[in-house]
């Protein structure tokens, strides 16, 4: 217990002083995914006067196209967002911006509405997917006083995005077309996530529970670019907890302890605030 705690205590006491360039580059990295992620879950709203145009469609049509990317987000905030626990934020994120950018671009070369269908499905895995996993990241590599104000800042992004790609549509619909509104939407944050593969780092709470001496290597590295004046992190230093020391994070736990009212109040206003958004 004593090298679990003086783990999680070397790395929280770097995290917390005075947040430097690296963190603010973690962040900024964190919160241009989610600019992309809210104009990609936005994209087939913007396009959908032209979609209905161009396959000959009724308004009604679209209606399952446009429920395909929310079912998709649902699905992979569940699914893909407990990945970051498995595989590390990082490569979590880095497969979920794969997938809804990938996805995204092929919409720009379908033949039918339900090629698109498919691949709002998986955009739609791959950007719920994402959300929590780079709020979650952005959150680890911020001092304990900024948390709330990062956390809110970095989901902002979302509906900025959205915001931003009402705007661009606007403009650039005529020009490029519904599908280059899909290509903008692919490219950019395939291009995002060459940066990214290069630049982003791993949690460091997600390394810190791995025992290995490569892990160590980067926990320090990362260290040394928050603060030149970093301790020193050794293999004693990590969390080497045995697996049965370890509570297996359960559904059933955010209702227990006093906390059932929090999480209903917390899933209620996320719900309704979906909603307006999707309906605005």
């Known amino acids: 217990m004593e090298n679990v705690e003086q783990g999680k205590s070397l790395i929280k006491e770097v995290i917390d002083q005075k947040i430097s360039p690296y963190q603010w580059m973690v962040i900024l990295l964190c919160f241009i995914i989610a600019l992309f992620d809210g104009f990609d879950t936005q994209a087939i709203a913007f396009t959908a006067p032209a979609l209905l145009e161009h396959f000959n469609l009724q308004p009604g049509a679209l209606a399952p196209i446009l429920t395909a990317g929310i079912v998709g987000m649902t699905v992979g905030a569940m699914l893909?967002?407990?990945?970051?626990?498995?595989?590390?934020?990082?490569?979590?994120?880095?497969?979920?911006?794969?997938?809804?950018?990938s996805a995204t671009l092929l919409t720009a070369f379908v033949g039918n509405v339900e090629q698109i269908f498919i691949l709002r499905v998986i955009a739609g895995l791959g950007m719920g997917g994402a959300t929590p996993v780079l709020l979650a990241l952005a959150a680890e590599y911020s001092p304990q006083r900024f948390k709330g104000t990062v956390t809110t800042g970095v989901l902002l992004a979302l509906p900025a995005g959205a915001m931003f790609g009402g705007l661009l549509a606007a403009k650039m619909l005529p020009v490029v077309g519904w599908q280059g509104i899909y290509m903008i939407g692919g490219v950019l944050p395939l291009v995002l996530l060459i940066v990214l593969y290069f630049v982003l780092p791993e949690s460091l709470e997600y390394m810190a529970q791995k025992n290995s001496v490569s892990n160590v290597a980067t926990i320090q590295k990362i260290l040394n670019k928050i603060s030149p004046?970093?301790?020193?992190?050794?293999?004693?230093?990590?969390?080497?907890?045995?697996?049965?020391?370890q509570s297996k994070a359960k559904l059933s736990i955010l209702f227990q302890n006093g906390l059932a009212r929090t999480t209903a109040g917390v899933w209620g206003t996320y719900f309704f605030n979906w909603i307006a958004w999707f309906m605005l």
Do not use: E, H, M, Y
Not at 229 to 245: G, H, R, Y
């Open 229 to 245: 004046k970093a301790v020193s992190f050794t293999q004693a230093d990590l969390i080497t907890a045995n697996p049965a020391d």
């Open 80 to 101: 893909l967002g407990l990945l970051g626990d498995k595989l590390g934020r990082r490569k979590t994120l880095l497969f979920c911006t794969a997938i809804f950018s």
